[in-house]
C-alpha cells in the first residue's frame, strides 16, 4: 500500500513539473493560438548564451545557447534561440574566396533545396536546430555586399530569415569558431554564401582575382581578397616609383602573383617589377600596385580615391577614378 501511495505521489510530482515547464515556455499575456511576435535581440543582450563555438553551460546545449532536440514547432521559437547577424563582413576562405559571415566572424550558408525566386526557406524542425536561421532584424551590409542583395523571408512559423541574394541564410552549429567553414559541401546542398549570394565555393580565386564590388564594379583583389590600387606618382614607363619611405608604412606593395593561378584578368596584365631597394613587386598594366592598410576585410576601398593619387585597378587593368 506504501508503494503505491509513493508511486501515486511521483506520477503527481512529474506532472506538476510537467506544467510548469510548459508554462515557463510561453508568454504569460498570450491566448492560445495567437502566434507569438519576433523578439530578436541582438548578439550579446538577453538572457540567452550565444556561445559561438562553447559547448554550453548545460546538458543537451548545442553551442549556440539552444536545447539541441528541443521544440521548434512553435512560431517564433527559432528567432528566439538564435542571435541577428549584425553587421556582416567578408572573410577571405584560401579555398572559397570572400565568404560571408556574421559579426562574430561566423560563416553563413545557404542551402540547395531552398529558392531564391521567389525566396523560400525549405529548412525546418530537426534541420532547423543544425542549421539555424539568420534572423533577419539587425543584419547589416558590409562595404563589399550590396545592400540591396540583403533581404528577409517569412518563414513557416512567422519568423523572417534574413536573405542574401534572395537565398535564405544560415548557421551551422558544429562551426567551432570565426572563419570555420564544417558546413561546405554537407549533403551536397550546403555552401558557404558569397557576397551576391552565389555559393562560396562557385568563385574563383587566384594570386589575382576579380571581385564584383556593388560600387566600383569588377576591381582587382590580391589572394587575400584585398583591393589592389595604383599610385599617380607611379608611372608605367619609364619605370618609377612615387612610394617610398614613410609611404610603404601605409601603402604595402603587392606581392608578385604566378601567372597559372590568376582569376578572371588576362595574364598579359600581369608581370613582376623590381623596387629600388631590390624587392619584386605585383604590376598590373605595367604599374606597380598595392594593398592599404585601412582595408580590413575582402570589399572595403577605403583607399579609394585617397588625396585624389590612389585608385581601384579594373578588371582591364585601368585605374577606376570613381569615388564612393
Request: proline share 7%.
Amino acid at each position: 500500500m506504501t508503494t503505491t501511495r509513493r508511486r501515486a505521489g511521483l506520477a503527481a510530482t512529474a506532472l506538476a513539473t510537467l506544467a510548469l515547464t510548459a508554462a515557463c515556455g510561453s508568454s504569460g499575456n498570450q491566448s492560445a493560438g495567437t502566434p507569438t511576435t519576433d523578439t530578436v535581440q541582438p548578439a550579446g543582450q538577453g538572457t540567452s548564451n550565444y556561445g559561438y563555438g562553447s559547448s554550453g553551460s548545460g546538458q543537451g546545449d548545442d553551442g549556440y545557447g539552444g536545447q539541441a532536440g528541443g521544440d521548434d514547432s512553435g512560431a517564433g521559437k527559432e528567432a528566439k534561440k538564435w542571435p541577428s547577424a549584425g553587421k556582416l563582413a567578408l572573410w577571405a576562405s584560401p579555398e572559397l574566396g570572400p565568404v560571408v559571415t556574421d559579426s562574430k566572424g561566423m560563416t553563413l550558408y545557404r542551402f540547395d533545396k531552398d529558392t531564391a525566386e521567389p525566396p523560400k526557406s525549405n529548412c525546418s524542425g530537426s534541420c532547423a536546430t543544425t542549421w539555424p536561421p539568420v534572423p533577419a532584424d539587425g543584419a547589416e551590409a558590409p562595404s563589399g555586399i550590396d545592400k540591396s542583395a540583403l533581404g528577409s523571408v517569412l518563414r513557416a512559423d512567422g519568423t523572417k530569415q534574413l536573405t542574401i541574394g534572395g537565398w535564405p541564410a544560415y548557421r551551422y552549429i558544429k562551426d567551432k569558431k570565426p572563419g570555420d567553414t564544417t558546413g561546405q559541401g554537407v549533403g551536397g546542398t550546403w555552401n558557404a554564401l558569397a557576397a551576391d549570394g552565389k555559393k562560396a565555393a562557385a568563385q574563383q580565386t587566384g594570386d589575382v582575382a576579380v571581385f564584383n564590388h556593388p560600387e566600383l564594379g569588377k576591381i582587382l583583389v590580391n589572394g587575400k581578397g584585398m583591393t589592389l590600387y595604383r599610385f599617380n606618382k607611379d608611372s608605367a614607363w619609364p619605370m618609377k616609383f612615387g612610394c617610398n619611405d614613410a609611404c610603404l608604412d601605409t601603402w604595402k606593395p603587392a606581392k608578385p602573383a604566378d601567372r597559372s593561378k590568376l582569376a578572371g584578368i588576362a595574364p598579359k596584365l600581369i608581370s613582376t617589377v623590381t623596387r629600388p631597394d631590390g624587392t619584386r613587386q605585383l604590376a598590373v598594366d605595367c604599374w606597380p600596385v598595392y594593398w592599404f592598410k585601412g582595408d580590413k576585410q575582402p570589399g572595403d576601398i577605403n583607399g579609394q580615391g585617397k588625396m585624389g593619387l590612389w585608385f581601384a585597378v579594373s578588371q582591364d587593368g585601368k585605374k577606376i577614378t570613381t569615388t564612393p
